[in-house]
């Protein structure tokens, strides 16, 4: 039983510690202006464009309304526009604008370089452990 709380203990304590660290980059970084949901779509269709707003939904992961929503904030914005998807006329999907892009470099690097500096406090195998357990991470998000 003790292991088992135990490791309840450490989950909450990985949960609290990504929430305060993604908080602390989302006050000094350059997406302040967006909702995550909106920066997290942003970088979505920056690697993936043109995409259907229902993978976005998909991936982000979020509520088909919620992308809808998002996704025209990021349009209203002028980071990103809508136009017919190649692949079925009646359908559309997403691509960014040329501000938009800009926006996802920018704040891309801003978010490396305020990384960067919160690691740079850590021990050589601290930074390590953190930033092979980013991959494991990207991974479990993958397939949510």
Do not use: N, W, Y
Request: aromatic share 0%; glycine share 8%.
């Amino acid at each position: 039983m003790g292991e088992v709380v135990a490791m309840e203990e450490e989950t909450l304590r990985l949960l609290v510690g990504m929430h305060r660290v993604v908080r602390h980059l989302r006050r000094t970084g350059e997406t302040r202006a967006l909702h995550p949901t909106q920066f997290i779509a942003l970088r979505l269709i920056g690697d993936e464009q043109p995409i259907r707003i229902g993978e976005i939904a998909a991936r982000v992961p979020c509520s088909q309304p919620t992308a809808t929503t998002t996704v025209a904030g990021l349009e209203a914005a002028g980071l990103a526009r809508r136009q017919p998807d190649v692949l079925d006329g009646r359908a559309t999907a997403v691509v960014l604008t040329p501000r938009g892009d800009d926006m996802v470099k920018a704040a891309g690097q801003h978010a490396v370089d305020d990384l960067t500096k919160l690691l740079d406090r850590l021990s050589d195998d601290e930074r390590a452990l953190v930033l092979s357990a980013g991959a494991v991470l990207s991974r479990m998000a993958d397939e949510l």
